[in-house]
């Protein structure tokens, strides 16, 4: 028994079956996003003042990251349009650029998270003198790298300062703190550019609260963390569809290549959409 409106339009609603269920499954994505950006919302409002932090991420990677991704959005709509053609070569070639996108923003990504799971804040018992560009301050909070001397996997939490053997160690401070005014930020950091980090040495027992940006660090990497990981396993789900649909699927193309063609419209609808959020969390998280 064949299936009806695989291909033709069904005449209630205008569309296929395909095309009539992705619509239903995006509009349940919305609320689910929906509701996360609602509640980043109410989070961030609700935070007392000067308690949330802004720029401790990449700015540029973040911007490239957003171009590969509307690149990849173009390649979709480019290979649809190549199969309305009949021209199955360029739909192949498009959709490979596609792919590569995709490969590329969880690599870019991967990496942000490498770097988080690297970068350190410090939180002092008594605050000490640093300097922040050509200014000396006290500070209590400290941002930066630790030198673990090549112990990788020597993972540092506040439970790590217990070791009786660790006196003091070593952090390679960033040149700003997100209590910064984002024009002084910006000014340390642009003054600090292609210098050599100073070390502080800060004392174990002076410490009394350590953490990278994981999760557990704040309510705004929880959020991040959230978000972005959500969004990412969006793009490799989606990026699979269009592998199979690209490679192994490809045979349909052949048999029924009406409802090959809309196999490829409906997986470019989710992309589309995976797409737009990122257009949405890219200024939220990164630049606001």
């Known amino acids: ?67 590969v991704l509307i690149t990849s959005s173009v390649t979709v709509v480019l290979g649809w349009a190549a199969l309305k053609m009949n021209n199955f070569s360029k739909y192949r070639l498009c959709q490979a650029i596609t792919l590569l996108c995709a490969l590329g923003f969880i690599a870019i990504k991967s990496f942000e998270y490498a770097d988080k799971f690297s970068h350190y804040e410090v939180w002092l018992n008594q605050p000490i003198t640093v300097k922040h560009g050509n200014e000396e301050i006290q500070t209590d909070r400290l941002l930066g790298h630790i030198d673990d001397h090549g112990k990788k996997a020597y993972f540092w939490n506040t439970q790590t300062l217990t070791d009786k053997s660790l006196q003091t160690f070593t952090l390679l401070p960033d040149p700003y703190h997100y209590t910064m005014s984002p024009k002084k930020m910006a000014h340390a950091k642009k003054e600090a550019a292609g210098k050599e980090h100073t070390p502080i040495q800060i004392k174990a027992d002076n410490v009394k609260r350590l953490s990278a940006f994981i999760p557990s660090h704040s309510t705004y990497f929880a959020i991040y963390f959230t978000l972005t990981a ?59």
Not at 32 to 47: E, Q, T
């Open 1 to 67: 028994m064949e299936i009806p409106y695989t291909s033709e339009a069904r005449p209630d609603t205008g569309l296929y079956n395909a095309k009539l269920g992705i619509w239903l499954f995006l509009a349940s994505e919305v609320m689910l996003f929906g509701a996360l950006f609602s509640s980043y919302i109410l989070l961030r409002v609700g935070a007392d003042p000067g308690t949330w932090p802004h720029g401790l991420l990449n700015i540029p990677i973040g911007t490239f990251n957003t171009a």
């Open 230 to 288: 959500l969004h990412g396993l969006h793009v490799l789900g989606g990026a699979l569809v269009i592998f199979y649909i690209w490679g192994p699927g490809a045979k349909m193309w052949k048999t029924d290549p009406e409802r090959y063609t809309n196999r490829v419209e409906v997986s470019g609808l989710f992309w589309h959409f995976v797409d737009l959020v990122w257009i949405f969390l890219f200024p939220v998280l990164y630049l606001l």
